[in-house]
């Protein structure tokens, strides 16, 4: 079976060592997570995984079903790209020098659509919400100008699908 | 003074008294219904000792020698009796010591409830006295940890550690409790956990699953059961055994599933595996329809994945979602409790008796008996042999010993040749392979059911990885039956080394002490015996006795365990010889 790129979506509690048990059912199989980001979801008090990682199908199908059934897990999904809506964000920290000498720069963030979180004495700070290709293509442009410091956040993503998880977790509870 | 006072929570009003947190987790253990404990004191859990020392009379506690023991015996205990096995350690050293026995707990589906000290709170982190992240290290091992850093969590945490150790497929719970919640005083009641949100351990039956199911096994021509410790999870021996007899089909067990149907049913057709009977291993390969009951297709069983069974439709039943599909394609799944799934499926099962199919395996047994099996119960060579041993129980128990089996040769001689009539009778480490569970799994065992015989047949490589927990059996006069198949050589991986590795016996000749000295030393009757001619008379004294009993059998050094299915090799390639 050929490797393929998964988004995995988990709604769970929002509880002290449960990232643990999740990261250690990708550790077990020696899979690296690509991304990870945690947040809150469309429910109160649930959270949120999203995680990336690169895999067979088989394999991605048995994860979802060993992360499911972790106690504090209410659900575990997977998705193609093609099944989803996703982003990725990143801030670019770059020197202000360049913004006021180099025109291509004002370029770069127009093009890109890029924002300017905040402008300092000594230096400006882009940010870029987007697929991985488009935020790798303005590092690219903005690289031969000197980069001081560039973060990338984890994938984000909705899913085209509805979840369910309220209707999930009355049926829960009526068992 | 335990003050009563009324607390309002919502609409309800409670009563609750006023005591320490090491306190509540007495009264939660008891209210959990629970008399028994296994552990070993330290100072972190010194305030929860210090209340054993108050309700010794209603909470027994058995200090086992080392706190792997502990978990053993909680894990014998709770195999049993069905009831969740506890145990109780200090923090750190304590604490890891428990590791093996709840990853053994965790891959055997055994309920237990671990509970740890910890440093105190405003310690944690700080690399203090004693201090280990138990719950980080036993993350993997368990079915669901906690710590508790709050003396008024204790009830809720505790009443979810057992209902989430004996809901759905059982498995172990650690509970970490820092010392300075053991101190705290609160406000404490009881409820026992009737749910958690976001965890579902009762599947409803899909009856349409159970329909195809029904479908695929009527029209079923060559059909094969092989069942699994689900069946006694589940309770579902009666109506496993009704499946059989109605459908007619052969049916094979897995090490851990064996008593649950007994041994001299006429539809029963041995075990299945690695060191396997050869009928049940083979057909497999033929059978047109596999209808795997509680289990999990664990490698042991499958063999190579990518010739098990190919032509056959695989029908699982199982509770556990993540086991469907993970080994092997299934064509109907029926997720459920055992029971509840056979119930659901016996009505729509047509009557059937197999008989031509039924031949075939009492034809191959025949072979299997006549290589392999006769010589090993039946030898006639000089030396004993493990098999004519168990075959001795067997008669002199008449079936019906609980056997406890360490993990080696002597464990498949035992899983092959021991016999059982009831269920809830062989205990042995099966998925993780633990050196060492037997000797302390035996004292859990008896202690949860004083009534039957427990006999523990163990290695003397196993033997002497637990070996101190024969002063448990001294001091509580806990009357088990000791076996050591002595060898003198780690015996299972002198047959791989013989077979595999072209006889290079890289560390597994053993050295032994005098076994016989050693039990002695602990006041425990012992006997060795080398001679065939004083075997019977021998286990029959033994079995006879009221208190415990050491006997050690001088075996044959170079036997190898046959049937074997090489790792990697098909079912239907097992290997008589």
């Not at chain 2, 027994?60 to 709770?78: C, D, V």
């Not at chain 2, 509770?319 to 119930?343: F, R, Y």
């Not at chain 2, 001294?474 to 039956?481: G, I, L, M």
């Not at chain 2, 415990?548 to 044959?556: A, I």
Request: proline share 3%.
């Amino acid at each position: 079976m050929k490797n393929n790129w998964y988004t995995i979506s988990v709604y769970s509690e929002n509880n002290v060592g449960l990232l643990n048990r999740i990261s250690g059912i990708f550790l077990k199989r020696h899979i690296n997570i690509e991304a990870l980001n945690v947040s809150k979801s469309e429910i109160n008090s649930v959270s949120k995984f999203t995680i990336v990682v690169h895999t067979t199908e088989q394999w991605v199908i048995n994860i979802v079903g060993q992360i499911e059934k972790q106690i504090e897990v209410i659900k575990a999904f997977y998705h193609n790209d093609d099944d989803i809506i996703y982003q990725e964000s990143a801030l670019f920290k770059i020197k202000s020098d360049l913004l006021f000498d180099e025109r291509e720069i004002q370029n770069i963030i127009k093009e890109n659509n890029s924002q300017i979180v905040t402008v300092a004495r000594d230096f400006f700070v882009l940010s870029k919400s987007g697929k991985r290709e488009e935020i790798n293509k303005m590092h690219e442009q903005l690289e031969p100008y000197g980069i001081m410091q560039f973060v990338r956040s984890g994938r984000i993503a909705v899913s085209k699908a509805e979840m369910r998880i309220s209707s999930l977790l009355e049926e829960f509870q009526h068992n | 003074m335990e003050t009563v006072k009324e607390k309002k929570t919502g609409s309800k009003t409670k009563k609750t008294i006023k005591i320490s947190g090491a306190e509540a987790i007495i009264h939660c253990l008891l209210a959990e219904g629970v008399d028994l404990i296994y552990g070993y004191p330290g100072g972190a859990i010194m305030p929860v000792y210090d209340e054993l020392y108050k309700f010794q009379d209603k909470l027994t506690h058995i200090l086992t020698r080392h706190e792997q023991g502990a978990t053993h015996a909680a894990q014998g205990y709770a195999r049993v009796s069905g009831k969740v096995g506890v145990a109780l350690a200090t923090s750190g050293p304590g604490a890891t010591n428990l590791v093996t026995g709840l990853a053994d707990a965790q891959i055997d589906s055994t309920p237990m409830v671990c509970i740890t000290g910890q440093v105190p709170r405003h310690l944690l982190g700080t690399d203090a006295f004693q201090e280990t992240d138990i719950v980080g290290i036993s993350t993997p091992v368990t079915k669901w940890n906690y710590q508790v850093t709050r003396a008024e969590e204790i009830p809720e945490i505790l009443a979810k550690a057992f209902y989430i150790a004996r809901s759905g497929r059982p498995g172990p719970v650690l509970v970490d409790i820092t010392k300075d919640a053991q101190f705290q005083e609160f406000d404490f009641s009881y409820e026992a956990c009737v749910g958690v949100r976001s965890y579902n351990p009762f599947p409803k039956i899909d009856t349409a699953k159970v329909e195809a199911a029904a479908a695929l096994i009527n029209s079923a021509k060559k059909p094969l059961i092989v069942f699994g410790q689900g069946v006694i999870l589940g309770e579902a021996e009666a109506q496993l055994k009704a499946l059989i007899e109605k459908a007619g089909i052969p049916s094979a067990w897995t090490i851990l599933g064996v008593a649950a149907l007994n041994s001299d049913h006429p539809l029963n057709v041995g075990m299945v595996g690695m060191h396997g009977n050869y009928a049940p291993n083979v057909l497999t390969n033929e059978c047109d329809v596999l209808i795997a009951i509680g289990m999990r297709f664990d490698d042991r069983v499958t063999g190579n994945l990518d010739s098990y069974a190919k032509q056959a439709k695989i029908i699982h039943f199982d509770i556990d979602p993540a086991e469907i599909n993970k080994n092997v394609q299934t064509d109907v799944a029926v997720l459920g409790n055992a029971k509840d799934s056979l119930e659901a499926l016996l009505p729509f099962i047509k009557e059937n008796e197999h008989k031509a199919w039924h031949t075939v395996f009492k034809e191959m047994y025949q072979v299997e008996f006549d290589t392999v099996i006769e010589k090993d119960i039946r030898p006639t060579k000089e030396r004993l042999t493990m098999g004519e041993v168990i075959e001795q129980v067997n008669l002199a128990s008449k079936n019906s010993a609980v056997i406890v089996s360490d993990v080696g040769q002597h464990q498949m001689i035992a899983c092959r040749y021991a016999k059982f009539n009831q269920t809830k009778s062989n205990i042995t480490s099966g998925g993780l392979g633990t050196m060492g569970f037997a000797l302390p799994a035996a004292i859990g065992a008896k202690m949860g059911a004083m009534d039957r015989e427990v006999v523990a047949i163990i290695g003397d490589g196993g033997y002497q990885m637990t070996i101190q927990e024969l002063g448990v059996i001294f001091q509580h006069k806990v009357p088990v039956k000791i076996i050591v198949l002595n060898n003198d050589h780690l015996g299972m991986v002198r047959q791989w080394q013989e077979l595999f590795f072209e006889k290079r016996y890289a560390s597994t000749v053993m050295v032994n002490p005098d076994f016989v000295k050693i039990a002695e030393g602990y006041h425990i009757k012992s006997k060795r015996v080398s001679e065939r001619s004083e075997l019977k008379s021998t286990i029959e004294e033994m079995l006879a006795s009221k208190e415990p009993y050491f006997l050690e059998v001088k075996v044959e050094q170079e036997d190898n365990v046959f049937p074997m299915i090489p790792s990697g090799a098909s079912v239907s390639d097992v290997r008589l010889k």
